[in-house]
């Protein structure tokens, strides 16, 4: 159990989350699941939270976890079930993944990047936004920034030819082209101290709401998932797509806001970056998966898909929350200072 400092186990929310919290308290032992079937898994905090705990086992885990509860049967079983709901409701949204044409999968890939997904929270963010909710919206993208590129990394065994090397190509950017400190992860922390933040890994997930862990969870699914690699093909393609328009308009917000360039860095580091990323996505990680696995390009565009969806879900729960003067959080930040 020794290594880089672990995050404390969360606190549970409800039965779900509660046994498998209870579990990893204790040594690796069999335990009977609970019921899962009727939880809406892109609502419920509590199976979200649950999920979460079970896919943190493969990255950094938590404090006092013995590291075999990672491969424990029992809890990969809960796991399997909690996984099933997850796509259930996800295909009751975005509906089964449709058969398509290879060659039609590039252009389906760009209409979605022009389709309107409705509320904006980089526009609101740049335009009406403030400081305050600027650390909120951190906060909600720590779950998966903190960790960025990770979730993507488990595919890169299960690709071959161009599209590997297109992945390889863009997660070594990803992890900072060798620089420890310029890991796009730690460039994100470096933006959450700049505002007054705890940049510690998984410092908030007791405040993520259901919506933010199911962004994280759905990346670690189609990434920990050989049957989900073109999914998660198109995840990161899509990913890369919809990216520099964001970026800038983040990085706009906080030049508002007075913070000066180091803060800035994470955002501006990705407008240039993924200006080349979408292209290399493009050409050669969705090209280079259907030339090698042609016939999957209905998979990669549920990834795709999927991702929209729980980032529309993510966006509308934000800006609800605010335009009625609540928090975003489950509970609200108790600090606040000046950017
Ligand atoms: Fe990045
Ligand atoms: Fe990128």
Known sequence: MSGPARPALPQPRGPVSDAVIHALRRRPHAFRSPWVEDLDLLTSDDAQLALACCYELHYVSFQGVDDDWEWSPDLLALRRRLERAFVRRLVEEVGVPASIKDADVLPSLNEITTRDGGVSLSRYMVEDGTVDQFREFCVHRSEYQRKEADPHTWMIPRLRGR?????????????????ADAMHAELFGVTMRTLGLDSTYGAYRDVLPAATLATGNLVTMFGLHRRWRAACVGHLALFEMTSVGPMTRYSEALARFGVEAPGRHFYDVHVEADAWHEQIAQSELVAGFLEHEPGNGGTLLFG?????EVERR???YLLDAWSNGRSSLLAPLAHRSAA
């Open 163 to 179: 599209a590997k090397a297109a992945a390889v190509t863009i997660q070594y950017d990803e992890y900072g082209e060798g620089q």
């Open 304 to 308: 795709a898909h999927a991702l929209m």
């Open 314 to 316: 993510l966006s509308e």
